[in-house]
């Protein structure tokens, strides 16, 4: 049998070291990665009076104290306020590998104090928790990364290939992202064959207990469409059948009957494959039965009938539009001159909002009735962009055997879920990019616990150690030989 060095770790520290329990960091390591992460809590990165590029500039000089080459940390950004930190880990010179590129965010969403137990600015320590804005979402991941990297170059570790970490500006909001702004102005620096973003995906823990992995392998596309239709109007005690608001909301039931086609993709199906052996080691058989029918061609139509029912299986296997605003109607007693509706789509990969919008026109039937794309800025089009979410590669081994190498280490027999996100992360733009990008992240959060956004943010310290733990030994196995 051979020996597991975390269990060997563990034993040792739990007889009669001072940090915390069960901590599986050494004292100099979980003292280096406390303060990092406690230095950029404590660096206000919000956009209304926040600097991400202070942060930027902190961990700059954290890496050049550690030996990173000053040609090797870049900061590079729109304005004063918004500079990102590039930071190259050179691999084995001439090495066969591309780069992998690491994505987290260091601006925080807005904190007002007065919804606050604590200083959100400030890293608290209380009954086993690090309070403050951002220790969730996610300057747990930016202090763990950069804590790695220094650790990793003073042990003189050198991966197969490079490792590029960009510590970025306005995830949350703002006008500047930083991973666009990365792709679109210096290319160079973040040109990479994989993505990894801890910003999504995680370890899904009850009362600390780790229940399951979950990461992220694909996303869907957001799509806003405005539909509108114009009418003469008249007085309303002369009413014709023409209503304008009748017009619109007979397309609407049309819609609401449409079910988009059922489609798979290689992560999708890895999904309900594993949520079928999660399902069937729960006891819900049925649930692991159906799951599995569906992943024949064609799916089983009983299966699929009792699956749809749940919203997050449906939205897993097809595009969805739901009409989510309507606005009709100039005066109570006039016949409506205008009726319009927003309808918000999530897009499966591999299709274009366009070809969606195309599919509306025809499910609407009624050529009375303009569909126009509508942008995050809320401006109008008459087409969609030919924007797509690619098709989601295959779960890459060079990825993913590292990663179950470390899971099965850390957390022997917890499952590993991949999944498609139907929200977005930063990893839409370099999904854009054609760069296949995966959230992976070694923290755990109690499901019915999670603060990302929300006021009192917290996370478990020893979850914290943990995830450091996790990027430093899943570094170590991706840069391996
Ligand atoms: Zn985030």
Known sequence: MKLNPALLLLTALSVGTLFAQNSPLDPATESLSHSIFKQLVEINTTDSIGSVTSAAEAMQKRLLDAGFPASDLTLAGPNARKMNLVARY??????????????????????????????????????????GRGTQDMKDSDAILVTNFIRLKKQGFVPSRDFILALTADEEGGKSNGVDWL???????????????????????????PVVMVLEATEKLYGDFELSTQNPGGHSSLPTRDSAIYQLTDALSRLNKYVFPFELNAVTRAYFTQMAAINKASGDTQTAADMLAILNTPPD??????????????????TTC????????????????????????????????????????????????????KDDAGTLFDKGTERVSPAPPPL???????????????????????????????SVYTIAAGIPSYGINGVAIDTNDERAHARDENVNILSFDRGVDFYYRYLQALGGK
Not at 303 to 312: D, G, K, N, Y
């Open 301 to 318: 139509p009983t299966a699929l009938a009792r699956l749809e029912a749940t919203p997050r299986y449906n939205a897993t296997v097809r």
């Open 396 to 426: 890459r081994a060079d990825i993913f055997d590292p990663l179950h190498k470390v899971m099965a280490e850390m957390y022997p027999g917890l499952p590993i879920l991949p999944q498609m996100e139907t929200g977005a992360s930063d």
């Open 322 to 373: 739901i009409a989510t605003m309507l606005s009709a109607g100039q005066a109570p007693n006039a016949l409506p001159q205008f009726a319009n509706a927003n309808v918000n789509c999530r897009i499966l990969p591999g299709h274009t909002q366009e070809e969606t919008r195309q599919t509306l026109i025809k499910v609407l039937a009624d050529s009375g009735i303009k569909v126009q794309y």
């Open 90 to 131: 050179r691999g084995t010179p001439g090495g066969a590998l591309k780069p992998i590129l690491i994505i987290c965010h260091l601006d925080v969403v807005e904190a007002p104090q007065a919804e606050w137990a604590t200083n959100p600015f400030k890293l608290v320590e209380k009954d086993g928790f690090f309070y």
């Open 183 to 209: 792709l679109t102005n210096k290319p160079e620096l973040v040109k990479a064959d994989a993505v990894l973003n801890p910003d999504s995906g995680g370890i899904d823990s009850e009362a600390g207990k």
